[in-house]
T-cell receptor, first 115, second 116 residues
């Protein structure tokens, strides 16, 4: 158990809809990272927050947004969903703001299916 | 643009064999190279990591070999076991300054199967 909690574990929705994925980092970790995992693209970095502020941005679509709240949990909002958004979405956390400083702890992921 | 190229895509070995997974990178600013292991239904978990000031790092049966001039690094699993069957990801990230440099860039993964 990594200590990172993601909900929901599975989500099935229709095209055009909006969903929210939630992540609670390990106790004491200030950074939260969101990754998208698909069979053809592997693990793609979406966005990172550190202590409530956006720290780094990857290939995140404009239809997607995220935030980190004062209690350090984070939410990833996906809107106007398309079939191609079906994927596993992982949240990871770390103590510091730099991925090179140490380990990222990953949750078990939220599997999104868009029909 | 994929900045970390991983091969092979899949690998099958017999118990006791030594699977080798290779990764190559382009960005010379990368200075931290971890390997993550992922079992079905689970998130990736850190296995072992190396920084470019050493050419090899060993932890138990897992060894990273690093060739800075060739911009390549590889994972060797000694005396592999069926329990090692998983997907392995190499990754890389720069140190230091801000912006998108903070991101950990992953290879596309290698599905390893160790037969009994």
């Amino acid at each position: 158990d990594s200590g990172v909690t993601q909900t929901p574990k599975h989500l099935i929705t229709a095209t055009g809809q909006r969903v929210t994925l939630r992540c609670s980092p390990r106790s004491g970790d200030l950074s939260v990272y969101w990754y998208q995992q698909s069979l053809d693209q592997g693990l793609q970095f979406l966005i990172q927050y550190y202590n409530g502020e956006e720290r780094a941005k990857g290939n995140i679509l404009e239809r997607f947004s995220a935030q980190q709240f004062p209690d350090l949990h984070s939410e990833l909002n996906l809107s106007s969903l398309e079939l191609g958004d079906s994927a596993l979405y992982f949240c990871a956390s770390s103590v510091g703001w730099s991925a090179s400083a140490g380990e990222l702890f990953f949750g078990e992921g939220s599997r999104l299916t868009v029909l | 643009q994929q900045q970390v190229k991983q091969s092979p895509q899949s690998l099958i070995v017999q118990k006791g064999g030594i699977p080798i997974i290779n990764c190559a990178y382009e960005n010379t600013a990368f200075d931290y190279f971890p390997w993550y292991q992922q079992f079905p239904g689970k998130g990736p978990a850190l296995l072992i990591a190396i920084r470019p000031d050493v050419s090899e790092k060993k932890e138990g049966r897992f060894t990273i070999s690093f060739n800075k001039s060739a911009k390549q690094f590889s994972l060797h699993i000694m005396d592999s076991q069926p329990g090692d069957s998983a997907t392995y990801f190499c990754a890389a990230t720069p140190g230091g300054s801000g912006g998108s440099n903070y991101k950990l860039t992953f290879g596309k993964g290698t599905l390893l199967t160790v037969n009994p």
